[in-house]
């Protein structure tokens, strides 16, 4: 889980910077500006980089865990952190239920994707249901109103996740 971020989302830039291999991660911004973080994971490693004042204020007007948090994971990683796992480190727990996703959109992949990836998901939670409508011939379908509302799953999913973190990390 999470290894989109890294690859396709807000945390690209750890790829950017060279980083190879099983990564996967989360950014993260306040509203105000006032915290950015990003915490990172491989096989072997877990390691969190945060950049805030201990009196709240604003970092400056274009601060983003994406920005400022993940390329100092991604000099940790490259420059002090020697991977020693396998690439087939990361296998999936029984029971997940796998669907084949873009991950530059979130929704099943299709033959007109430009990327797809296997993501898994716990049987019982909502996961992705509809093709994605951005690739291909038809762009989408407005006269099916659902397609839409494709990602509501992910919200939600992002939510307890957030939840989870805040959690943990005390942000």
């Known amino acids: 889980m999470l290894q989109s971020v890294v ?3 807000t945390g690209k830039v750890v790829r950017d910077y060279g980083a190879k291999g099983l990564i996967a991660g989360k950014t993260g911004t306040t509203n105000s500006g006032t915290d950015v973080w990003f ?4 096989p072997t ?19 983003s865990g994406g920005r400022l948090a993940a390329p100092a994971w991604a000099e940790f990683y490259i420059n002090g952190w020697r991977e020693t796992a396998p690439a087939t480190a990361w296998n999936p ?17 299709g033959e007109w994707c ?50 989870a973190l805040g959690k943990i990390f005390k942000f």
């Open 7 to 9: 690859d396709y989302g």
């Open 39 to 42: 915490v990172g994971y491989t």
């Open 45 to 63: 490693v877990v390691a969190g980089f945060w950049f805030g004042f201990d009196t709240p204020a604003p970092i400056s007007g274009d601060a």
């Open 93 to 109: 727990p029984p029971g997940m239920a796998m669907r084949m996703i873009d991950p530059t959109t979130g929704y099943l992949a």
């Open 114 to 163: 430009p990327a797809a990836r296997n993501e898994y998901y716990k049987p019982e939670l909502p996961m992705p249901t509809i093709q994605c409508p951005i690739h291909g011939p038809d762009m989408g379908d407005p006269e099916n109103p659902d397609w839409q509302d494709q990602r509501e799953w992910s919200n939600d999913f992002g939510k307890r996740i957030g939840k």
